[in-house]
């Protein structure tokens, strides 16, 4: 067979068509490999106490009600302390991860604004994200118990109160200002290092303005009923405060309005409003009062007046009781320390020179100022500090207590009275009683006579009155009058009876002028009657001498 005729073989190396399938099949799962975990965002951890309502791959992330993640794993955390969520967040989220983002659980809920969450009734619980503005980026999230009252970057204020332990505030309750609400409180937690609570506010806009460096925060109770020695007060806030309490803020009314408030400002938090509007004299004299009386029914915080004016304010009763005292005092005094708040004269708060204050005080004590404990309720017995002047009074010496000058005082009303009372007694005691107790004995003998005799009067008058003829005696007397009356009806100008008397006294006045000349005989000559009358001659006048 010739060369030419030959087959020759040869190795060809090219990919055969039935490759090609597979390989598409490669190249698309593994673009859609890429393509899913392009579209997956960032996964986060979630820390709750409680995983109640969680599901894994059922429960989903929320925010404005648009779905931008999925829980996927609920574990335990190695501690058992809590649980630890894992989600999967959507692309666009990653950019609501940061420092200020807040997450909590949606599930129905009964608070003070109402109720809330029932269509997780049927649906099921959801987390909710609240999405932040910070800087710096987060993964890992603590889950609020509480949804927060409004997001960190929600146009108003946000300050500090710092408050005693016992102060009944809690995250959510309100903040009100004349009774309406501006705001609410976010958060409410305890310093152990410096005992006390820290509450953090929000102040909704517009009212941030409400605030400023001269107001005074206090906390509500809903009904505050006191009963002290101004008498009888009670406060009822609104109907949300009446049921869980909150927080109320103002401004004194002699106090200017001050220059508005800087975000994150701290402000004490007073129990009351009398404490809050006390705490803003924040300039005042210290005096020590060294009462000779008692002291019950004196407390702290109640009114020193000078002639029902309030000026200041009880700060301490008793006030370093075992501390010496001067050797001017004749007897043991209770120390009380008391304020005199000058601003309460101030209406513009300006600033007080203290010590020309003390000076002016130094001249009224030589003139007679004292201080003294009167009630002002007596039905609770509550007292308070009286400051007026005074005349016939020992003159004071200064002194001072502890550092602290002495404010002379005088006896109050009760004491007074105490020792009035005291001194009638040691002159009755003084009274020679025996003398004055046979006389009382000898009256009461005699009164006991009189009064026997008395008796027996009565006794008599009874009887008589008994009397079946004393009974008669009104009917004889009318009978009387009829009969008077008859009679005297006859004697009338017109009757006859009346006639016959006139024609009488008219005959009886002619015979008596009549009888006239008989009477002047008889009384000129007894005997005219037997002998003749005797004969006068007639007078003959005499010669002039």
Wanted: glycine share 8%; no cysteine.
């Amino acid at each position: 067979m010739p060369d030419s005729l030959r087959a020759e073989r040869r190795t060809q190396r090219s990919l055969s068509p039935i490759w090609i399938v597979p390989l598409v099949a490669v190249l698309i799962g593994a673009w859609m490999i890429y393509d899913n975990l392009s579209k997956l965002g960032p996964s986060i951890t979630l820390i709750m106490d409680n995983a109640e309502g969680i599901e894994a791959g059922k429960t989903l992330i929320k925010t404005r009600n648009v779905e931008v993640g999925r829980v996927e794993r609920v574990n335990l955390s190695d501690d058992l302390a809590h649980a630890e969520i894992t989600a999967r967040m959507s692309p666009q989220a990653e950019a609501m991860l940061n420092s200020d983002t807040r997450f909590w659980v949606v599930k129905p809920r009964i608070g003070r604004e109402g109720i809330s969450g029932l269509g997780t009734v049927l649906s099921g619980a959801y987390i909710q994200l609240l999405p932040g503005s910070g800087d710096q980026a987060q993964r890992t999230f603590t889950v609020l118990e509480q949804p927060p009252v409004a997001s960190p970057d929600a146009p108003g204020l946000r300050i500090t109160l710092v408050s005693q332990v016992g102060n009944a505030i809690s995250t959510g309750d309100p903040v009100s200002y004349q009774g309406y609400t501006v705001g609410r409180v976010e958060d409410s937690h305890f310093d152990p290092k410096k005992r006390e609570m820290r509450h953090q506010l929000y102040i909704q806009s517009p009212y941030e303005t409400l605030v400023t460096s001269t107001t005074r925060f206090w906390s509500t109770s809903g009904v505050d009923v006191r009963l002290d020695s101004q008498g009888f007060r009670i406060n009822v806030a609104s109907l949300e405060s009446l049921i869980g309490g909150g927080v109320t803020f103002g401004v004194a009314e002699n106090a200017a309005m001050g220059r508005p408030a800087k975000p994150g400002a701290s402000y004490v938090l007073f129990p009351d409003e009398d404490s809050a509007y006390e705490g803003s004299y924040n300039q005042y004299l210290e005096y020590v009062l060294l009462v000779d009386d008692t002291v019950r029914g004196l407390s702290p915080g109640a009114p020193v007046e000078y002639r029902g004016v309030r000026i200041g304010t009880v700060v301490s009763v008793p006030w370093n009781f075992s501390a010496p005292q001067p050797d001017s005092l004749s007897r043991f005094a209770i120390p009380v320390l008391i304020r005199i708040e000058p601003q309460r004269f101030d209406e513009e708060q300006q600033e007080i020179d203290i010590e020309q204050w003390y000076q002016r005080l130094e001249r009224m004590f030589g003139n007679g100022l004292r201080a003294s404990l009167k009630a002002g309720n007596l039905l609770t017995g509550a007292l308070f500090v009286d400051l007026n002047f005074h005349q016939d009074v020992v003159p004071f010496q200064r002194m001072s207590f502890v550092e602290r000058p002495v404010f002379p005082t005088t006896s109050g009303s009760f004491a007074q009275i105490e020792q009035k009372v005291s001194n009638l007694l040691d002159k009755l005691n003084n009274l020679d009683v025996e003398p004055i107790l046979s006389t009382l004995n000898d009256t009461l003998a005699t009164t006991q006579q009189t009064m026997a005799k008395v008796s027996g009067i009565a006794a008599s008058v009874d009887a008589l009155l008994a009397d079946p003829a004393t009974g008669q005696l009104p009917e004889n007397a009318n009978a009387t009058l009829r009969q008077l009356r008859d009679t005297l009806q006859g004697f009338a100008p017109d009757s006859q009876g009346y006639d016959e008397l006139t024609q009488t006294l008219s005959r009886l006045e002619k015979l008596m002028r009549e009888l006239q000349p008989v009477v002047r005989t008889l009384s000129d000559q007894p005997n005219a009657l037997i002998f003749d009358k005797k004969l006068t001659e007639d007078p003959q006048p005499r010669a002039p001498k």
